[in-house]
Protein backbone atom coordinates (compact mmCIF):
# COMPACT_ATOMS: atom_id res chain seq x y z
CA UNK A 1 0.00 0.00 0.00
CA UNK A 2 1.21 3.59 -0.77
CA UNK A 3 1.18 6.81 1.11
CA UNK A 4 -1.02 7.80 -1.26
CA UNK A 5 -3.74 5.25 0.25
CA UNK A 6 -2.64 5.80 3.95
CA UNK A 7 -3.58 9.96 2.73
CA UNK A 8 -6.90 9.00 1.78
CA UNK A 9 -7.92 6.94 4.93
CA UNK A 10 -7.00 10.06 6.81
CA UNK A 11 -8.49 12.03 4.75
CA UNK A 12 -11.87 10.42 4.94
CA UNK A 13 -11.83 10.70 8.70
CA UNK A 14 -11.12 13.91 8.58
CA UNK A 15 -13.97 14.73 6.19
CA UNK A 16 -16.44 12.70 8.40
CA UNK A 17 -14.95 15.14 11.55
CA UNK A 18 -15.92 18.19 9.40
CA UNK A 19 -19.65 16.58 8.33
CA UNK A 20 -19.79 15.52 12.24
CA UNK A 21 -18.93 19.41 12.95
CA UNK A 22 -21.51 21.33 10.75
CA UNK A 23 -23.84 18.97 12.07
CA UNK A 24 -23.41 19.84 15.26
CA UNK A 25 -23.06 23.44 14.48
CA UNK A 26 -26.83 22.95 12.84
CA UNK A 27 -28.20 21.46 16.00
CA UNK A 28 -27.23 24.55 17.83
CA UNK A 29 -28.12 27.32 15.17
CA UNK A 30 -30.70 28.88 15.71
CA UNK A 31 -31.82 30.25 11.95
CA UNK A 32 -33.57 27.75 10.17
CA UNK A 33 -31.87 28.85 7.06
CA UNK A 34 -28.12 28.26 8.93
CA UNK A 35 -29.50 24.90 9.59
CA UNK A 36 -30.21 24.10 5.73
CA UNK A 37 -26.66 25.16 4.82
CA UNK A 38 -25.00 23.64 7.49
CA UNK A 39 -26.93 20.47 7.13
CA UNK A 40 -25.82 20.52 3.07
CA UNK A 41 -22.26 21.09 3.85
CA UNK A 42 -22.38 18.37 6.09
CA UNK A 43 -23.88 15.94 3.51
CA UNK A 44 -20.59 17.69 1.06
CA UNK A 45 -18.30 16.26 3.34
CA UNK A 46 -19.55 13.11 3.75
CA UNK A 47 -19.40 12.12 0.38
CA UNK A 48 -16.17 13.37 -0.14
CA UNK A 49 -15.34 10.90 2.57
CA UNK A 50 -17.13 7.92 0.76
CA UNK A 51 -14.90 8.87 -2.43
CA UNK A 52 -11.80 9.03 -0.29
CA UNK A 53 -12.70 5.81 1.21
CA UNK A 54 -13.76 4.25 -2.51
CA UNK A 55 -10.43 5.01 -3.41
CA UNK A 56 -8.19 3.87 -0.66
CA UNK A 57 -10.54 0.40 -1.16
CA UNK A 58 -9.59 0.81 -4.74
CA UNK A 59 -5.52 1.34 -3.93
CA UNK A 60 -5.82 -2.10 -1.52
CA UNK A 61 -7.10 -3.71 -4.38
CA UNK A 62 -4.58 -2.40 -7.00
CA UNK A 63 -7.53 -1.05 -9.07
CA UNK A 64 -7.22 1.84 -10.91
CA UNK A 65 -9.28 4.72 -10.53
Not at 17 to 27: G, K, P, Q, S, T
Not at 28 to 47: F, G, H, N, P, Y
Not at 49 to 63: D, L, Q, V
Request: proline share 0%; aromatic share 8%.
Amino acid sequence: MDTKTYSDRGSAKKFRDYAAECRRMAAQSASEKDRMVLMEIALAWTVCAEEAERKTKRASFGMNE
